[in-house]
């Protein structure tokens, strides 16, 4: 099969030569692809405004030897609440980072492809913060590194108490008696453990009726951020410039 066509939302984004542009797609049904737009950056290309971030469209594609070729580019969505505000476009390209580095190719990825969906949609219209700490839970658990939280991973005595802590090497909770046996540990309430449970389960499209303190969101944040890392084998860069700009913000 050389010509293709298959749903996708792009989520990396390199200018190559003059004219070009090299992405990489996430699809439903051919998980991530990566592929060359010839002559996008053209003033005159019909693809100029669609070969972006974050774009959602449909794609037909030419398979080449290393990198597919986009013949043609249907745009469905291209996200303009993202792209008009700060906070929201940082926190979208923290979660490209991430997708692109648990996407695999050649398998089907209609679960991840539909969780970006939606969360690029909350994220141009509700708290961002919130989104994405919602997305950074379902994603480990969509992909069967959901944290253990039930009781402590170290001991196995149940999680009480106001104060507990979160172990990404062990991969869960610890009880207050077991947080020494892991220095890295990031310490927490016993109630930002309960708001990670309920984040697994909960309905995307009713997160704005979920209480979460700016402490949990902070928390939850360090927490998720780790274990992913962990999980990833490498610093997710996009998460030390929401840092910076959340400084820059407190400070001003």
């Known amino acids: 099969m050389k010509h293709y066509k298959t749903e996708g939302i792009i989520i990396r984004v390199s200018d190559y030569n003059e004219a070009d542009r090299i992405v990489t797609i996430l699809t439903s049904g051919y998980g991530k692809v990566q592929a060359i737009a010839k002559g996008c950056r053209k003033p005159k290309s019909r693809k100029r405004g669609l070969i972006q971030l974050f774009t959602h469209g449909e794609f037909a594609l030419y398979k080449g030897r290393n ?3 986009i013949t043609q580019c249907e745009g469905k969505q291209s996200f303009p609440g993202i792209r008009g505000d700060l906070d929201r476009m940082a926190y979208a390209v923290y979660m490209a980072e991430v997708l692109d580095g648990f996407a695999v190719s050649g398998e089907d990825q209609s679960e991840l492809f539909y969780l970006a969906l939606v969360c690029l949609h909350l994220l141009s219209v509700e708290d961002p913060e919130l989104v994405i ?3 950074e839970v379902r994603i480990m658990k969509l992909l069967g590194y959901m944290p253990h939280l039930d009781d402590c991973v170290y001991c196995g005595n149940p999680l009480t108490g106001l104060q507990a ?18 220095p890295e540990a990031a310490v927490c309430t016993l109630g930002t453990m309960n708001m990670l449970k309920q984040l697994s389960r909960w309905d995307l499209k009713r997160l704005r009726v979920l209480k979460m303190t700016p402490k949990m969101k902070r928390e939850i944040g ?12 490498k610093r997710i860069r996009s998460a030390d410039f929401i840092q910076s700009l959340a400084s820059v913000q407190n400070n001003g």
């Open 67 to 69: 990198l597919e070729t």
């Open 133 to 135: 700490r919602a997305f």
């Open 165 to 182: 802590a979160f172990s990404s090497h062990m991969g869960g909770g610890l009880c207050k008696t077991c947080s020494t046996s892991d």
């Open 222 to 233: 360090e927490i998720m951020q780790q274990y992913i890392s962990q999980r990833l084998e």
